[in-house]
């Protein structure tokens, strides 16, 4: 079941070179320090979720997060926990490990940035096209 839809864009300088974090942020830039960014000017960060997937996140569920551009799809999960706030209101962070701030979104991910699908980031990096990222939480 879909829980949240948000899209986001690419830039010139997104690497996704970093071995812990996925960030998606609502700037409208990146430098090439951000090297967990995946995508630019999106359209939510944690306050923005709607209540049901605060809820699903907050009761620790496992979620599965869906990457598409064009024909290229890449697919990670990870999990809530019932002391995630998801109050930052620019960005959101999906984590390797257990850490916890108002800007991570999950906890616990199966992939970090450098671990995702590389011929979608050149596209994503390539292209000023918007890109779909989708909650899914594949119990209900």
Not at 102 to 127: F, H, Q, W
Request: one cysteine or more; a positive charge; aromatic letters at 6%.
């Amino acid at each position: 079941m879909i829980l949240e839809e948000i899209f986001a864009y690419g830039h010139k300088n997104i690497s996704c070179i970093h071995s812990s974090t996925i960030e998606l942020t609502k700037d409208h830039s990146v430098t090439k320090r951000g090297s967990c960014i995946l995508g630019i000017k999106a359209t939510k960060a944690c306050s923005d979720l709607n209540e049901k997937t605060k809820k699903r996140i907050r009761d620790g569920k496992k979620l599965t997060i869906v990457i598409k551009l064009e024909n290229q799809i890449d697919t990670f999960y990870g999990y809530g926990h019932s002391c995630l706030k998801l109050l930052n209101t620019n960005e959101m962070v999906f984590r390797k490990s257990d850490y916890i701030c108002d800007r991570t979104v999950l906890i616990l991910c199966s992939k970090a940035s450098n671990e995702l699908n590389r011929p979608l980031i050149e596209k994503i990096k390539g292209s000023k096209k918007k890109f779909l990222v989708q909650f899914l939480d594949d119990n209900v």
